[in-house]
Every structure is written in C-alpha cells, then in structure tokens.
C-alpha cells in the first residue's frame, strides 16, 4: 500500500464523506473513489461499508484506520522533525578530537554552549585513520578534530593550525644540556611510537628516515598519554605534540624540541562533504577556525 491511499482513505473517515475528502484532497470524487478500490483491492479487504446511508467503516477498515492514523502522525511528526534540523540543526552534535585538543577546544565549546545551551554535545577520541573515516562516512559524528591527512573523496578537511613535536625523555637518560636534542642524540634510545595507522607514528619515522636513523622501537601504543606515563617509568623516549605537554602542572621527563627536524603535525577539522551540516553544526566548525 502507498501512503497517498492511506492519506485519502484517512481523509474520508475523518469527513465521513467522499465529497468533502475530494474538495480537501483537490482530487476529483471518481479518483477518490478509484483509489480507495485499489487500496482495497491491493490488501484484499473491505474497509467502507458502501452499502450503508452513511460512510462506515468494517471491522477490517476500523483497524487498519487506527493504524493509518499512527502511521500518518509520525510521517508528519518526521517531516516537522526534518525541516527543523534543516533550520535550526539538531539538538545534539557529536565531534571527534585528537587527544592534543583536548587543551583548547573546551573553550570553544564553552563559548558555544553559552549561546546554544540546550545543544547536547557528544566528544569522542577518534585517533586513527580508519576510525576518523569510518566515524565520518557511518555519520557517527558530525566533524573530527584530527591529524590525520585524508586523502577520501567524500571527506572534506580543512587545516585550522599546525603544532610542533616535541621529544620526551626521562630525567634518568643521559641528554645534552642544550635547550633543544636533533634526531641523531635519540638513534641509540628506546623509543615509544603510536602503532600503525596513526599519522604521527607516519611523521616521526619519516623524519628518522630522512636523517639516515632507524629508531629502537621498543612500544607501540594508542594514546600520548601511555606514552608519557611509559617515559616517566623510564621504559623509552618519545615525540608528541608540543601542545599535549605545554599544560601538564608536574613534568617528570625532559621537554625537548627538536632542533633542524622540521618535526611538525597539520590538525584539520574534518566532515564528510555528502551529508548535510545543519546551520548550527556549521556555526561550531566555523567558531573552531575562529579560534585560530
């Protein structure tokens, strides 16, 4: 059955009238009455007791008016509920971050939620490649904050700022009293790397390679937070975003940058360019570029 036939066979029972459902419908009265013989004939039931002085339902047709009536209403309610996110955006937004972010996007976050209180907001770590694209083209969330370079024809992704990398090294390794360490003072150290798939793992052995070094890997991990708490043990060294240490009150590791590398990361907001962005999520990426 179509939802037109429900409509109109609706239309009748409501009007009790075949006449004044046609004028409602702006439909002629045989059309009307061709259509309900169709849906009639489609479902193998009687629903109007032509027979009758009055319009009357069968038992058949009671029922199945009931269920109409449902089934119209929650149309209706779906296309009040689409043209409002088409206007307003929906009342619930949900972003992928980078760990890194996590230092300042709580303040764009707060400046948006002062104008836009009743917006629930949904914040993931999303920190691979293949959980970025897969989270964006599943529409799981609506933007990412990543650094990842997506090369995906369905993704947009915008860089919004670069941060330097910086080296971490325990207070028991054995480092130059300079401000700063080159690549070739970390060849011979036990070092801590992202696992495969993640763009910063991508960057930094990059720069290794470039410097002739092949680093002594000795873990892989997911989060720069392992990563700190594994230089604090003194099982290793690593390289993570200026921006993850900058903040951190207690620091027991050396904060190194490292000098003539060019060891630098793009972080770029992210969306899926074939699905819709309601005003309000574009608001949000637009205050996230503002913020830089």
């Known amino acids: 059955m179509e939802l037109r036939e429900l409509q109109y066979f609706v239309t009748i029972v409501e009007n009790a009238s075949f006449t004044i459902a046609a004028e409602m419908l702006h439909i002629t009265q045989p059309t009307l009455s061709a259509t309900i013989k169709k849906l009639e004939d489609r479902i193998s039931l009687r629903l109007l007791d032509r027979g009758a002085r009055d319009i009357r339902l069968t038992n058949e ?3 199945v008016y009931q269920e109409a009536k449902k089934l119209l209403n929650h149309y209706d309610h779906v296309l009040e509920e689409v043209e409002r996110l088409r206007v307003q955006g929906p009342p619930e937004i949900a972003v ?3 760990e890194s972010a996590k230092y300042w996007l709580p303040d764009v976050l707060a400046a948006f939620k002062q104008q836009h209180p009743d917006v629930h907001l949904k914040i993931y ?3 691979s490649m293949h959980n970025v694209e897969k989270s964006l083209m599943n529409f799981d969330i609506h933007l990412a904050v990543t650094n990842q370079y997506l090369d995906h024809p369905e993704i947009q992704a915008d860089p919004i700022y670069e941060e330097d990398l910086v080296a971490l090294i325990p207070h028991t390794f054995d480092v130059p009293n300079d401000d700063h360490v080159t690549i070739h003072d ?5 070092f801590i790397v992202c696992k495969e798939g993640y763009q910063t793992r991508a960057d930094i052995l990059n720069a290794f390679r470039k410097a002739g070094i092949k680093p002594d890997l000795q873990f892989e991990i997911e989060r720069f937070e392992t990563a700190c708490s594994l230089v604090e043990k003194g099982l290793g060294m690593t ?3 200026k921006n993850y240490v900058t903040y951190t009150d207690e620091q027991h590791f050396f904060i190194k940058p490292i000098k003539h590398s060019h060891l630098s990361r793009m972080v770029y907001v992210a969306t899926n360019s074939n699905r819709y962005l309601p005003p309000i999520v574009q608001e949000l990426i637009a205050q996230v570029k503002r913020h830089f």
Do not use: A, N
């Not at 970390?186 to 036990?190: A, G, N, Q, S």
């Open 61 to 63: 047709g009671t029922i």
């Open 96 to 98: 992928g971050m980078i």
């Open 125 to 127: 770590d999303i920190l």
């Open 186 to 190: 970390l060849k011979d150290t036990p």
């Open 239 to 241: 390289v993570v975003p």
